[in-house]
């Protein structure tokens, strides 16, 4: 394509649009600035061709109404391109109902057998070309600054308020004032990578605009598994349903290559080191069946890597060296980086969307939830809600499709772990459930006494503790928090020994915790500080009593000097109020 730099060519300068006038020179034409009316001179290295409006080849872009027209059309059009003879009666038939003319339709019939593609049939609204500026070049160079100047701050000013201040500087310039439209016509060309850098900062603009072509990745089930907390979006009651005891924190644990949910761990007590160990341990032993319900979480098995975030509760010392001795890599993400916990992510906001059937959720915001009454509308317990996530789980979640995978995730973990022959093959189990367990489970460092191991306000003993009670080396007790009726210490010789509860709290027999109504608890307040107030009268009294009778008792000296006198006799002191003696000289003892 070429351009012929004639008079009346319309064409493009450094985003002008411009009509040529003549040639001034070899190098240089006169044309009128056809948003201004002005002659410029023009030099022709940088004339282009004037941009025309492209064909709406994205597929995306074309409105559901046109394209369902479109379609529609290209089947008529067909169809008269399969008639042997296709008259112009055909012809209005079709073009009336499509409401357009008769000679149009031939045009876009010709259009159409040139590039039988739907698109080509999709109609391109009008308007300028794009691209065109028709502005004072003033005028654009201002707004530019203003764009520049007043919208690309991390303060994160509206469009609105940019609109504002290039009107005033126009008018304070003595330009012509531009239009609302104009402005946002150029900021929103603005908008991009730049933009969000200088509003967002640079972790965000990375995080929006940065290429991740990457991900994780798993060819076999239990090759990656990925774990973290989230608080559950829904409100539990205490086990008398009297109390509102808050929102439980929901650990679970997400296969990759499946997208099974492979270990949970739901408890009212914050993340810690704790939740992740039983979240493992649910995760590679098998599960337990309930009454009536065998089978349904067939998921278990050791993992080769667990992936998880950077928090405090993922680098305890029990979960590093649990992994480490049972060859399980614990590998962290990278600092900042939250795309790396994409499947995680995904799975706890699909559970949290589930949760929000439940009658006391808290939905996701504030805004959402309205005044929805979430304390007052809780009936659920804390086992009523594991159970009833566990059925979510397991004849909801794993049974629906999944989009990445093309297949639900409990049929992608069958056809793993079947043969060519149409046999299922179990994953390996743990060797030693008990100790794996163990490993697992959180410790405190305590001697083993004659009275037993002390843990949590309550006792623990067994006859094999008794060669370790002389030795001045403390010992790893490990426990599990959710059953205080034992727990395990190994031995010197490797010998793990289960210690059962004999006393203490744990037995509920001492040390019973109560929750008292605000009456009894004024009360016995009350009493306490009448108590105080009965004890600090009797210590004052005290107080006084002591000093009137050592004063009493004091021996008076004689006004002679070297003479001691002698003491009055204790039958004749009189009993005189006590008074606060005056300063007195200090005497010198040598």
């Given amino acids: 394509m070429s351009i012929v730099l004639s008079p009346g060519t319309v064409c493009v300068a450094k985003g002008r649009l411009i009509e040529i006038d003549g040639a001034d020179s070899l190098t240089h034409v006169c044309a009128r600035d056809m948003a201004t009316g002005e002659m410029v001179r023009v030099a022709v290295t940088h004339i282009e061709a004037a941009p025309t409006r492209p064909v709406a080849l994205d597929l995306g872009a074309i409105p559901e109404l046109e394209w369902k027209r479109s379609v529609a059309l290209a089947k008529e059009l067909d169809s008269l391109a399969k008639t042997e003879h296709c008259t112009g009666h055909d012809l209005e038939q079709v073009a009336r109902r499509y409401?357009?003319?008769?000679?149009?339709?031939?045009?876009?019939?010709?259009?159409?057998?040139?590039?039988?593609?739907?698109?080509?049939?999709?109609?391109?609204?009008?308007?300028?070309?794009?691209?065109?500026?028709?502005?004072?070049?003033?005028?654009d160079a201002l707004i530019r600054h203003a764009i520049a100047k007043h919208y690309m701050r991390r303060e994160k000013p509206p469009k609105e308020y940019v609109v504002l201040r290039a009107q005033a500087m126009a008018r304070r310039l003595g330009l012509a004032t531009p239009s609302r439209k104009a402005v946002l016509i150029r900021l929103n060309r603005e908008i991009g990578r730049a933009t969000d850098l200088a509003r967002e900062g640079g972790i965000a603009a990375r995080r929006m605009w940065q290429a991740r072509p990457g991900g994780l990745f798993a060819s076999r089930p239990l090759d990656l598994v990925q774990i973290d907390h989230t608080p559950a979006d829904v409100m539990i009651l205490s086990d008398d349903r009297l109390t509102v005891r808050g929102r439980p924190w929901v650990t679970v644990a997400i296969d990759v290559a499946t997208r099974c949910v492979v270990g949970?761990?739901?408890?009212?007590?914050?993340?810690?080191?704790?939740?992740?160990?039983?979240?493992?341990?649910?995760?590679?032993?098998?599960?337990?069946?309930?009454?009536?319900?065998?089978?349904?979480?067939?998921?278990?098995?050791?993992?080769?890597?667990?992936?998880?975030?950077?928090g405090k509760d993922f680098r305890s010392m029990a979960l590093t060296r649990g992994c480490e001795e049972h060859q399980i890599e614990l590998r962290?993400?990278?600092?900042?980086?939250?795309?790396?916990?994409?499947?995680?992510?995904?799975?706890?906001?699909?559970?949290?969307?589930?949760a929000h059937l439940l009658p006391g959720t808290t939905f996701s915001n504030i805004k959402e939830r309205g005044n929805y009454d979430s304390e007052g509308k809780a009936r659920l317990t804390l086992s009523e809600f594991q159970s009833w996530m566990a059925q979510k789980v397991c004849r909801f979640y794993h049974q629906r499709k999944h989009r990445a995978l093309g297949m639900p995730p409990i049929i992608a973990w069958e056809r793993a772990f079947t043969d060519s022959a149409g046999n299922y093959v179990s994953p390996p189990l743990i060797a030693k459930p008990l100790e794996f367990r163990i490993d697992f489970l959180p410790f405190e460092i305590r001697r083993v006494r004659r009275t037993g191991i002390e843990l949590n306000s309550s006792r623990y003993w067994h006859e094999d503790l008794s060669s370790m009670l002389r030795s001045d080396t403390p010992v790893r007790v490990k426990y599990d928090p959710r059953d205080p009726s034992e727990v395990w210490v190994r031995r010197d010789d490797g010998l793990l020994i289960t210690v059962p509860l004999i006393g203490g709290r744990a037995t509920g027999?001492?040390?019973?915790?109560?929750?008292?109504?605000?009456?009894?608890?004024?009360?016995?307040?009350?009493?306490?500080?009448?108590?105080?107030?009965?004890?600090?009268?009797?210590?004052?009294?005290?107080?006084?009593?002591?000093?009137?009778?050592?004063?009493?008792?004091?021996p008076k000296k004689t006004k002679e000097a070297g003479d001691q006198g002698h003491p009055e006799p204790l039958s004749t002191i009189h009993h005189a109020p006590y008074k606060?003696?005056?300063?007195?000289?200090?005497?010198e003892w040598t």
């Fill in 264 to 310: 949970m761990y739901i408890a009212m007590h914050a993340p810690s080191a704790v939740s992740v160990s039983l979240c493992i341990e649910h995760l590679a032993l098998p599960k337990p069946d309930t009454s009536n319900e065998e089978g349904i979480w067939p998921m278990y098995g050791k993992p080769k890597t667990i992936l998880v975030d950077n």
């Fill in 580 to 587: 606060k003696p005056p300063s007195a000289k200090i005497e």
């Fill in 332 to 354: 962290w993400r990278p600092v900042r980086t939250p795309e790396y916990g994409g499947h995680i992510e995904r799975l706890i906001g699909t559970l949290m969307k589930i």
């Fill in 509 to 554: 027999t001492s040390c019973v915790l109560h929750r008292l109504d605000a009456a009894t608890q004024a009360r016995l307040d009350a009493e306490t500080d009448r108590g105080l107030e009965l004890t600090d009268s009797i210590e004052e009294g005290a107080q006084v009593s002591t000093l009137r009778a050592r004063g009493r008792a004091r």
């Fill in 99 to 139: 409401g357009i003319g008769k000679r149009q339709l031939q045009r876009i019939r010709a259009k159409y057998i040139n590039n039988p593609r739907t698109t080509t049939l999709a109609r391109i609204s009008a308007g300028p070309p794009v691209g065109l500026n028709r502005l004072d070049p003033r005028v």
